[in-house]
Nanobody
Framework: QVQLGESGGGLVQPGGSLRLSCTAS????????MGWYRQAPGKQRELVAF???????HYADAVKGRFTISKDDAKNTVTLQMNSLLPEDTAVYYC?????????WGQGTQVTVSS
């Protein structure tokens, strides 16, 4: 029905940057709420950034001022620009989409921040 494909994860040094991208495919169109979640080992999955269907954004306190979420509804993509990365940002990052009342998740992409 709807599939989310993520890319952009990897290994980066503290203070570095990564850009995560997610593209929705299948039966999806229009303006949709999208977001990024992450889960570190031994921790609960948490919201990182969210962008509403109209474009308003919300960020977790831990990433405010460092991460930027954006989306392109024409391409059904959402992007997370991550700057000034910290070791505590290390986690598997999951793309999220809400469409017609249903929640969809990507498979996750690993982000590791380490020297």
């Amino acid at each position: 029905q709807v599939q989310l494909g993520e890319s952009g994860g990897g290994l980066v040094q503290p203070g570095g940057s990564l850009r995560l991208s997610c593209t929705a495919s299948g039966t999806v169109f229009g303006r949709n709420p999208m977001g990024w979640y992450r889960q570190a080992p031994g921790k609960q999955r948490e919201l990182v950034a969210f962008i509403a269907s109209g474009g308003l954004t919300h960020y977790a306190d831990a990433v405010k001022g460092r991460f930027t979420i954006s989306k392109d509804d024409a391409k059904n993509t959402v992007t997370l620009q991550m700057n000034s990365l910290l070791p505590e940002d290390t986690a598997v990052y999951y793309c999220y989409l809400k469409f017609w009342g249903d929640d969809y998740w990507g498979q996750g992409t690993q982000v590791t921040v380490s020297s």
